[in-house]
């Protein structure tokens, strides 16, 4: 049986620092470093438009970060959204870290199993409490919630309405305008 060589997150940045992975779109999960799947239209659009609704929801609240990276211990994945801790001036010399971070996003239409497996198993692990995956297939949220050993114990499907996070519970986030 083969056994996999797994990358550490310092290893994966002297990979990016001495422009080993300049050229491929490559995020590291679980020690390892995976092709991220291409961004379709719809993709890109509805990520896009949900970052700038939940700016606008969370002005002064929260910096909302799009299609960036967050360090995890041995993760370094891109979650389409991150909601994280102001001000955005922190994150000049790191990327966000569990405890910066109030909940991630990630927008799936063919990414969907990987989001829902291996990402959502990655931020349980992280102790992420929240995660929130939009399904462009079903107009449909699935919310993961209370992170328990490396998975996370609520899990709720969304079709309409408001979702309220769990950081900010004054804060209503529409399904409708999510889902575009």
């Known amino acids: 049986m083969k056994t996999l060589a797994k990358w550490s997150v310092d290893d994966y940045h002297r990979m990016i620092a001495a422009g080993i992975l300049c050229d491929r779109r490559v995020e590291l999960l679980a020690g390892e ?12 659009n509805s ?3 949900g970052a700038k609704y939940l700016e606008e929801l ?9 299609n960036g990276p967050i360090t995890l211990s041995d ?12 001000p ?4 000049n010399e790191r990327h966000p870290q569990p405890q910066d ?27 992420i409490p929240e995660y929130w995956v939009l399904n462009l297939s079903t107009k449909q949220i ?3 919630r209370e992170p328990q050993n490396g998975h996370y114990t609520s ?6 309405g408001n979702i309220i996070p769990l950081a900010f519970s004054d804060i209503q986030v529409s399904v409708a305008r999510l889902l575009g």
């Open 75 to 86: 993760s370094e994945p891109e979650p389409d959204i991150a909601i994280v801790r102001s």
């Open 33 to 44: 470093i995976v092709e991220m799947s291409p961004e379709t239209p719809i993709h890109y």
């Open 101 to 127: 971070i109030f909940w991630v996003i990630e927008v799936a239409k063919t990414s969907l199993k990987k989001d829902l497996e291996l990402k959502a198993a990655i931020y349980a692990h992280a102790n």
């Open 142 to 144: 699935i919310v993961f």
């Open 88 to 91: 955005e001036s922190t994150y």
């Open 47 to 49: 990520a896009r438009r």
């Open 155 to 160: 899990v709720k499907t969304i079709a309409e």
């Open 58 to 66: 969370l002005i002064g609240l929260a910096d909302v970060r799009f």
